[in-house]
């Protein structure tokens, strides 16, 4: 019997990754079935960070994933990577194309959105989901700590307000985008609630934070490039008065 399954995670936790090798596993075995995607940066097709890609079928917001389903029967299994952009009704459509043509559905997606709040995509595959599975891949916050937010960060400074889909970029090379220079930061908790990129100290359990984000060199080397030379020492002697 066929099941919806999701699989959930931050940026960088893998989840094109799995979705393409599921894809390159199941079509391998003469299994015949749909990838698809939406808002890819690299257009219609599913892509990794780590160099792979394959060509996916787009899912616009008026496209009926069942009816699409029909349209290419038989098919054994469709893989939806990007799911928490789908709307609710395309996610009870996933559904259907389960329960009606038994086909294995395999959907990845976001967890929340920049604001902390659950995409409406990611929430109604929570509720009628068969199995929900967090990917097992740990992004890191700067501070070294599991990231468990994406913070949308404009001109340097962490924003809570604005469209909830805008596609920006995830490395240090800012890119122009809608006017603005838009990227996401992957931050713990902690960090996020106080919109922290690590250019500030807010006081409070500074020898702490100190501690924990100098153990290693390539951190040491961010707070130095961030502060200067004179400014990171400066901090670890108030942080250990």
Same mark, same amino acid.
């Given at each position: 019997?066929? *099941?919806?399954?999701?699989? @959930? ?15 390159? +596993? #199941?079509? +391998?075995?003469? %299994? =015949?079935? #749909? ?20 060509? $996916? /079928?787009?899912?616009?917001?008026? %496209? ?14 469709? /893989? ?5 952009? !789908? ?7 996933? $559904? ?9 559905? =395999?959907? &990845? ?9 659950? @995409?409406?995509?990611? $929430? ?10 967090? %990917? ?5 916050? #700067? ?6 937010? /994406?913070?949308?960060?404009? !001109?340097?400074?962490?924003? !809570? ?9 995830? +490395? ?19 960090? &996020?609630?106080? $919109?922290?990129?690590?250019?500030? @100290? ?7 934070? #100190? ?18 030379? *004179? ?11």
């Amino acid at each position: 019997m066929a *099941s919806l399954r999701f699989s @959930f995670g931050t940026m960088g936790s893998g989840k094109s990754t799995v979705a393409l090798q599921i894809h390159h +596993n #199941l079509s +391998n075995r003469e %299994l =015949y079935g #749909l990838l698809l995607t939406t808002l890819d940066r690299e257009g219609r097709q599913v892509t990794s960070r780590l160099g792979v890609a394959a060509p $996916a /079928i787009e899912v616009t917001p008026d %496209l009926d994933l069942h009816a699409l389903a029909v349209r290419y029967w038989p098919i054994h299994y469709m /893989i939806c990577d990007e799911a928490q952009f !789908y709307t609710p009704a395309q996610c009870d459509q996933l $559904a259907r194309v389960v329960d009606e043509l038994d086909v294995e559905v =395999y959907a &990845f997606g976001l967890l929340t959105d920049f604001r902390g709040r659950l @995409f409406d995509g990611t $929430a109604r595959m929570l509720e009628i989901a068969d199995q929900h599975t967090p %990917l097992q891949v740990e992004a890191r916050c #700067l501070c070294g700590a599991r990231a468990t937010h /994406i913070a949308r960060v404009v !001109y340097g400074v962490v924003v !809570y307000e604005g469209d909830t889909v805008m596609v920006g970029d995830t +490395n240090p090379n800012e890119s122009p985008l809608f006017g603005d220079t838009v990227r996401y930061e992957l931050l713990c908790r902690a960090h &996020f609630l106080r $919109a922290d990129l690590g250019t500030t @100290f807010l006081g409070v359990g500074v020898e702490r934070e #100190l501690e924990h984000t100098c153990r290693t060199t390539v951190v040491q080397s961010r707070w130095q490039s961030v502060l200067g030379e *004179s400014g990171f020492s400066r901090r670890i002697q108030e942080a250990t008065i």
